[in-house]
């Protein structure tokens, strides 16, 4: 069987060591090699905080998907650009410092070593590893989007497509979610733009949930499906839909049946958890993020979607940093941050269901066919080694608290192959 460009399942060099973990389920003893995945759903946001966190991303994935809601959103190709030579920029910011901290770890700043082995999650890198990645990390490439207003035009499809960089629209209602206020007040209004949008094959990526007040929050994406989604299929036949980040059994068939260009992404909390871990033993807001987690049913039937082998469903981690003062308040943002150990996060919920030849094709191969991209041509590895998630991280000025903040993992993501 072929999963990707020299995927291979082979023994790991050291023994590993297996630790108690609520993730824990692990029995793979080997190492998985594996095309470079992508993430088709990726807050990068802006400024300090961008900075931030592009480079945990460009570590791990070839290309992301980068949704658009700033403040404001990026609704038009000249603000696409500007934000995507923002990211490149960032990214090569960023990877610069961490040289100059790889050659202060050259020179045995005891500080600085710590700093660095903590940061590639590598208790043995040698500083020639470290650069290599940081080599690798430099060819990221930000996928773009605009955010869709009810002002959108059928010009400014047309001009996404005709950029080569602007890959997709992305709807959200408004009010769904963070920084959604300029977002569609009424889908009606824009089946012009949605026709140009079949008609130029340019994806629309839904936040699907409806807003109403008197729609209880864990019903919100199945009552989306009835009153949007199924309307949207049936008016807009071939017009490529992404249903993001899916929480429900309802919507993991859907997509599933649906008739015509359909795909779905799925986070890695979705795949991990239900909604008890917003509760457990206090209100957790580093597991809160929208749509919310939801049953075990949903879980359960997200994870046999993720591990079925259809090419309908793909990685997206959604990972969406806020700064820990603003998770752990009495109006928590919604958004759990992942980048760092995201691929570590998946393959251990892969393996957990003994569906790791899956994982490939989810991370690696359907999302590129899905958006008529080629897949990548690089490799990574992941181990089966136990490693403890980041607690905190730096985040501008503040903190940020990743989602398992502090936990062990059963899977530890492993770099690049052979570069
Ligand atoms: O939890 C979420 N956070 N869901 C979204 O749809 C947006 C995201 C964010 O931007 O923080
Ligand atoms: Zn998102």
């Known amino acids: 069987m072929i999963f990707g460009p020299s995927l291979s399942l082979h023994q790991p060099s050291k023994a590993h060591e ?52 700033l403040k404001p959103p990026v609704t038009n190709v000249s603000q696409a650009l500007a934000y995507r030579q923002r990211i490149l920029d960032a990214l090569k910011l960023v990877i610069d410092e ?17 700093r660095m082995q903590h940061f590639f999650n590598r208790p043995d890198a040698s500083a020639d590893w470290m650069l290599e990645q940081l080599l690798q990390a430099a060819h990221f ?44 007040t009424s889908i009606h209004q824009l089946h012009h733009v949605l026709a140009r949008m079949e008609m130029r094959g340019l994806p629309l990526l839904v936040h699907g949930e409806v807003t109403d007040r008197d729609v209880d929050v864990f019903d919100r994406e199945a009552v989306f499906i009835d009153r949007v989604m199924i309307d949207l299929r049936r008016k807009f036949p071939g017009l490529k839909l992404v249903f993001e980040h899916i929480t429900t059994e309802e919507a993991a068939h859907f997509v599933r049946d649906a008739e015509g260009p359909i795909a779905a992404t ?66 928590a943002c919604a958004g759990c941050y992942s980048a760092p150990h995201a691929l570590a996060l998946y393959a251990s919920a892969f393996d957990a269901v003994d569906a ?29 080694e136990a490693c403890q998630t980041p607690q905190r991280l730096g985040f501008g000025e503040r903190h940020i608290v990743p989602l398992a903040g502090g936990e062990f993992v059963p899977w530890r993501f492993d770099g690049f192959v052979d570069c």
């Open 356 to 384: 790791l030849e899956h994982l490939p094709g989810f991370a690696w191969a359907h999302g590129a066919a899905f958006y008529g991209l080629s897949a990548n041509t690089r490799s990574i590895r992941l181990v089966p």
């Open 266 to 331: 799925i986070t890695p909390q979705h795949l991990l958890y239900n909604r008890n871990a917003i509760f457990n033993g206090g209100l957790r807001p580093h597991w809160y993020c929208l749509p919310v987690l939801k049953k075990e049913r949903h879980r359960r039937a997200l994870m046999q979607a993720a591990s079925s082998g259809s090419a309908r469903f793909f990685l997206g981690t959604d990972s969406a940093p806020h700064p820990a003062h603003l998770k752990e308040h009495a109006a």
């Open 141 to 184: 490439e930000p996928l773009m989007t605009l955010y869709l207003t009810d002002h959108t035009a059928p010009s400014d499809i047309d001009e996404a497509v005709d950029s080569g960089f602007v890959r997709a629209v992305k709807l959200y209602p408004a009010g769904a979610t963070t920084h959604s206020d300029a977002g569609v």
């Open 18 to 69: 297996r630790r108690t973990s609520t993730l824990s389920k692990a029995k793979a003893a080997q190492a998985l090699v594996c095309g470079l995945p992508d993430d088709w759903h990726l807050h990068l946001r802006d400024g300090d905080a961008l900075k931030s966190v592009v480079l945990a991303t460009a570590l791990q994935f070839g290309r992301a998907i980068v949704m658009p809601n």
């Open 98 to 114: 961490t040289v100059r901290n790889i050659d202060r770890y050259k020179t045995s700043d005891v500080l600085a070593t710590i």
